[in-house]
């Protein structure tokens, strides 16, 4: 499903489109700015809003299972116009960013960041600003969608009985270390959106590391329904209905053959294909400014995360 484009692309003047063969193919979707009016049905998100309020719209009396994937915000930030109009590209707040961020990262963390070097484009091209506000009105977008399909659901009965998880795929950084986009192991990249809905259940925030493949035994378990095989994902049963934790080991995160990270309430380790490490401590340095990794006074905490760590793929 082709995602509707405005005319004159891009709108951010990063490249000359009308030599579209000359522009790298990572930057055909890197744009930003308001779709027009007569497009904003066309986008597929539009669409999944349609099927899904239909659906929830019909008999439902038996038990179902329906699924809703969005688009957006995937680049490009191309959304309607009342989006945008919500954040003044001029007042906006912009990522905390320090200069010398990469100074003691490994190698390949560095590459990683600076392959393609968008923050240096974007920057020196003054589209910081105008590209925080196309993210956020992205985002903001899919807000209104998710609304849309929870009223449907209120609608037509159904939001007292059905349990509702929405969540993401990936992060994405917007200067951060001076990187834009994904495809690195830090927490911008790596942390998701994760909200389990159960009217059963108190709204609470949980603040525990947990894992995407933890949904779907955790679905199960709340459905009642019965898992007889051993599967790598954690049920989070208990931790959506009274806030107990219940993972036994960080959440493990991987870019790349030989390239992992781990995620505890407090720290993240990663290691390299080339045994080069990283190590942070979240609760004084949630920004992932101090790569701990060489100071020997953390040597023990290093000891004792690495065997979590995936010695193969």
Same mark, same amino acid.
């Given at each position: ?99 010398? +961020?990469?100074?003691? *990262? ?9 392959? %393609?070097?968008? $923050?240096? !484009?974007? @920057? ?117 209905? +009274?806030?107990?934790? *219940? ?9 790349? %053959?030989?390239? $992992?990270? !781990?995620? @505890? ?49």
């Amino acid at each position: 499903m082709e995602d509707p484009l405005p005319d004159d692309r891009p709108l951010n003047s990063l490249f000359d489109f009308s030599d579209f063969a000359a522009v790298p193919p990572m930057y055909h979707h890197f744009d930003w700015g308001p779709l027009p009016d007569d497009r904003i049905e066309q986008m597929p998100d539009a669409m999944v809003r349609r099927e899904v309020v239909d659906f929830l719209g019909g008999d439902r009396r038996q038990p179902f299972f329906c699924a809703a994937g969005l688009y957006k915000p995937h680049l490009p930030w191309h959304v309607p116009a009342r989006f945008f109009d919500l954040y003044d590209p001029e007042t906006l707040s912009l990522p905390l960013v320090k200069d010398d +961020d990469l100074d003691d *990262v490994p190698p390949i963390a560095r590459k990683w960041a600076l392959s %393609p070097p968008d $923050h240096e !484009l974007v @920057t020196s091209h003054s589209e910081w600003r105008p590209a925080v506000q196309g993210y956020l009105a992205a985002i903001t977008y899919c807000d209104y969608v998710v609304g849309e399909l929870m009223r449907a659901l209120e609608a037509n009965g159904l939001a007292e009985n059905t349990i509702v998880i929405l969540w993401g795929d990936n992060g994405f950084h917007l200067g951060e270390k001076l990187h834009w986009r994904k495809f690195v192991l830090w927490e911008e990249a790596t942390r998701v959106p994760l909200i389990i809905v159960d009217p059963r259940s108190p709204a609470r925030r949980i603040n525990e590391p947990v894992s995407l493949i933890d949904i779907y035994p955790t679905l199960l378990d709340l459905c009642g329904v019965s898992l007889d095989i051993e599967i790598d994902g954690r049920s989070l049963h208990s931790l959506v209905l +009274d806030g107990s934790p *219940v993972r036994d080991q960080p959440a493990i995160m991987t870019w790349g %053959p030989g390239n $992992h990270s !781990l995620r @505890t309430p407090e720290w993240r380790l990663t290691r390299y294909s080339d045994g080069t490490e990283e190590l942070y401590d979240h609760l004084t340095d949630p920004y992932e400014w101090t790569n701990l990794a060489a100071n020997s006074s953390f040597d023990d905490v290093r000891a004792a995360l690495r065997p979590w760590l995936p010695t193969t793929g």
